[in-house]
């Protein structure tokens, strides 16, 4: 398991201190640590001293006559070799405990382990302090503390982070203890493509989210469009939201021989309320030429419970509905990052029966051009469920 690991402990007067940091490895569960520090406890399982288990990502301090307990509840005396762990790596943790409660994402997790070698402290009489860093957040943004109990994360005490990017949780018992924060929205495909050489004056630009988005937030304030030098273009902005698609119309043609930059701002939010971790620019290139040409249908597959349409080009998600499939009654949903459209069925077609279904027109590129209509005559084969291709 690739973790961050501390170095060896020293003695010093009446704290035990573990600092320092060690090697990291691949794997996944929980994997020996490759430094430990040795802590001697009273008869009854109390600490001697205060207890400072520190690194350069978490720091834990156990009270002072803390009584050490194992699962039973028991105390647990002697030499204990006690061993911190830290990361914000998914994949640092085990594999059942990758799926984080509530669809929410990982900011950092600690694992703190203490042994004799025969026997595994579980428990703490008296609470721990523990302070990590939580990358990736802002000041004042509260985050979930939740453990794990080997089979699922349960829910602690909310903390809010500090002024210098870290956080405070309590704890109890020993287990992963990882903090969370909602999952932020981002963008994950876009059209023109990055430094895009030369696309067409008279196209619209795209931008895909991974989730829902809060329309009222996705506005010409938000979604702009300028050229390298700064000058603004007027477009109209739109969102679609059975794609998650925003759209961003040039009022007039690009200008040519000129490199554009589009900015999707990260007060553009999700329906949670929660922005994009940051803004998100991309540039391209305008030459000369305007796209009038009309998308095309290559390829069509038919089931006796769908439709599944391939395009030619990228589509402007917001023509790509319902309406555009006649013929038979159905649903229709579109993939603008495949560039693929699924009419499926309102009831699946009968076996042995022929079907003609049409696909129109009113589906349009990026440019504003009309999809080029086709008609498929269809006979499904007795006992079919599979796809075949046009």
Not at 272 to 294: E, I, P, Y
Not at 304 to 332: C, R
Request: hydrophobic residues 40%; glycine residues 10%.
């Amino acid at each position: 398991m690739k973790k961050v690991v501390l170095a060896m402990a020293m003695l010093l007067a009446s704290t035990m201190f573990l600092g320092g940091c060690g090697s990291s490895g691949g794997g996944g569960g929980a994997a020996a640590p490759s430094d430990k520090a040795t802590i001697s406890t009273q008869e009854d399982g109390a600490t001697k001293a205060v207890v400072v288990l520190a690194s350069a990502n978490a720091t834990a301090a156990i009270p002072e006559g803390t009584v050490l307990a194992d699962e039973a509840g028991q105390p647990v005396s002697g030499t204990i070799f006690a061993s911190m762990q830290y990361s914000s790596q998914l994949s640092d943790l085990e594999e059942k405990a990758r799926v984080m409660p509530g669809g929410q994402g990982l900011v950092s997790f600690l694992d703190i382990t203490m042994s004799t070698g025969t026997r595994n402290v579980k428990y703490l009489s008296k609470q721990m302090t523990v302070n990590l860093k939580a990358p990736g957040t802002q000041p004042g943004a509260v985050l979930s503390h939740y453990s794990f109990d080997g089979q699922s994360w349960i829910p602690e005490e909310e903390t809010t982070v500090k002024s210098d990017g870290t956080a405070d949780i309590k704890v109890s018992h020993f287990s992963y203890h990882a903090l969370c924060a909602p999952a932020l929205p981002s963008v994950v495909f876009r059209n023109p493509a990055d430094g895009a050489p030369d696309i067409p004056g008279n196209t619209k630009i795209l931008a895909v989210f991974s989730e829902p988005m809060d329309a009222s937030t996705i506005t010409a304030a938000t979604f702009t469009v300028n050229t390298e030098s700064g000058t603004p273009i007027n477009g109209i902005v739109s969102y679609d939201g059975d794609t998650n698609s925003a759209l961003f119309k040039p009022v007039s043609t690009l200008p040519p021989n000129t490199k554009f930059i589009a900015k999707i701002s990260s007060d553009v939010k999700d329906k949670s309320g929660n922005g994009l971790a940051a803004d998100v620019t991309w540039s391209f290139v305008k030459k000369w030429f305007l796209d009038q040409a009309r998308p095309l249908v290559i390829r069509t597959e038919v089931s006796n419970t769908k439709l599944i349409i391939y395009f030619n080009e990228q589509m402007d998600p917001s023509t790509v509905k319902q309406q555009l499939v006649s013929g038979v009654a159905g649903t229709m949903s579109y993939d603008p990052v495949a560039n693929i459209a699924t009419f499926t069925f309102a009831t699946p077609l009968g076996a042995g029966s022929s079907y003609t279904i049409t696909i129109g027109d009113s589906a349009k590129d990026l440019a504003g051009n009309s999809l080029v209509p086709e008609t498929i005559t269809k006979v499904i084969p007795t006992g079919s469920t599979g796809t075949s291709g046009f």
